[in-house]
């Protein structure tokens, strides 16, 4: 092989071509659109299931294409028993992440049909995963409370229906548009690691399940997914708006990162989807009298001031998901719930023209060592 740079984090590297989404600086903002549609626009016009309708099937849905869409999805929102049991015996402990990769990995063992992998296969488990993660989600939060579980209905949207079957009670109207909204947001983004890793691993022909298994593990990392968590940490830590610049100043000295800070192709660009979120985390938090707002705007105030970094879309989902009552250690599997359409559509992208995804290393180790025997070697 001839000698060839290393690009650190394949920064910048075109791995595929995909039709999935567009990220593109255009006069110093950033675009990013969904099968051709302008996030903007899908975040204040659209719902999450239909956004799930267009990274799946390519296009827009038609009214009754939607409604009938809608039906599928909550007809298989409820879990197979088998589930309901692997949710009861995980010690209570478990990581909420960790408990839906292996519920996704169980549900791969009940499905007859594991390895086929036909457009109308791949859509039928693609409509029961999207369905069922809300509802892996909220009923291990019950189970490990000791609440009764809250089974899904069928009247309710899928956000809508998420925050019943968690709280044990109907969600207002702006609640649920928030929520809506923020799984929007999350529902897509070309090949950050999760998707790579989805990718990679549907490269091999391995089965859907095992691609969203992987994809689950890789999101769960501080740098990817499980921002939004740490960002919290750091709000309840400041916790008021007036100690935020002392405590980024001396983060920063100490050469720390500050979580929901920064971006690998959102450099010195606003993040639309961090812009988009923020408009709903104020609006949210005024409403219910939440602090984590304004201790936020705080933060980012001076993590621009002394590093002169923008927010990403971790740093506002937190005190969007607080402001709703989500249990902090759940933020990264309401990540996974919004982004989980958008894994599937490029699983399903990569079987239809697939090439086995395999890079090269460049050799930095030892050479031509000499073999010593084991009775030799001290
Ligand atoms: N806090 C402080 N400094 C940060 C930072 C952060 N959150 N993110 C990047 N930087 C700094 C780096 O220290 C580096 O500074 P230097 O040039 O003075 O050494 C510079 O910015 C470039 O960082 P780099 O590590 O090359 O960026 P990256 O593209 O590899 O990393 C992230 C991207 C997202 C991993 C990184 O910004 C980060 O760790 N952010 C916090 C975690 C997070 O919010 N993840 C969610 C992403 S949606």
């Excluded at 092989?1 to 600086?25: H, N, P, Q, Y």
């Excluded at 969904?34 to 390519?58: M, N």
């Excluded at 999207?130 to 509802?135: S, W």
């Amino acid at each position: 092989m001839s000698e060839k740079e290393v690009l650190e984090g394949l920064e910048d590297v075109i791995a595929l071509e995909s039709k999935i989404s567009r990220i593109e600086l255009v006069d110093g903002t950033a675009i990013l659109e969904y099968r051709g549609y302008d996030i903007r626009d899908l975040a204040k016009k659209s719902t999450f299931e239909e956004v799930c309708y267009l990274l799946l099937y390519g296009d827009l849905p038609k009214k009754y294409e939607l409604q009938d869409f809608k039906i599928e999805l909550a007809e298989r929102r409820e879990l197979p028993p088998q589930i309901i049991g692997l949710l009861t015996h995980l010690p209570q402990y478990t990581h909420p992440m960790v408990v839906l990769r292996t519920s996704v990995s169980y549900l791969g063992s009940l499905d007859k049909k594991l390895h086929e992998k036909s457009r109308e296969e791949c859509l039928e488990k693609s409509k029961s995963l999207i369905a069922k993660f809300p509802t892996i989600i909220a009923y291990f939060h019950r189970i490990r409370m000791g609440k009764n579980l809250i089974p899904p209905t069928l009247e309710l949207s899928h956000a809508a229906n998420f925050l019943y079957m968690l709280h044990g009670e109907e969600p207002s109207s702006t609640a649920e548009r928030a929520l809506d909204m923020d799984l929007i947001l999350h529902a897509e983004h070309e090949l950050n690691a999760s998707t790579f890793v989805a990718r990679v691993a549907a490269s091999t022909l391995a089965d859907m399940y095992a691609c969203v298994v992987a994809a689950t593990g890789t999101l769960m990392g501080p740098l990817h997914g499980g921002a939004a968590n740490e960002v919290m940490k750091m709000l309840r830590e400041v916790a008021t708006p007036r100690r935020a610049e002392e405590y980024v100043k001396k983060k920063l000295e100490m050469g720390e990162r500050i979580m929901g800070f920064g971006h690998r192709v959102y450099r010195n660009v606003m993040d639309p989807r961090a812009e988009l979120l923020r408009g709903l985390a104020k609006k949210l938090s005024e409403e219910k009298e939440s602090i984590w707002f304004k201790v936020s705007e705080a933060i980012a105030e001076a993590v621009y001031k002394y590093k002169k970094l923008l927010p990403n879309i971790d740093f506002y989902s937190a005190s969007v998901y607080a402001a709703l009552g989500i249990p902090d250690d759940l933020f990264v599997n309401i990540f996974a719930m919004g982004r989980i359409p958008g894994w599937l559509a490029h699983i399903m992208e990569q079987y239809e023209n697939n090439r086995l995804i395999r890079p090269r290393a460049k050799y930095i180790g030892e050479k031509n060592k000499e073999y010593i025997p084991l009775t030799r070697r001290e």
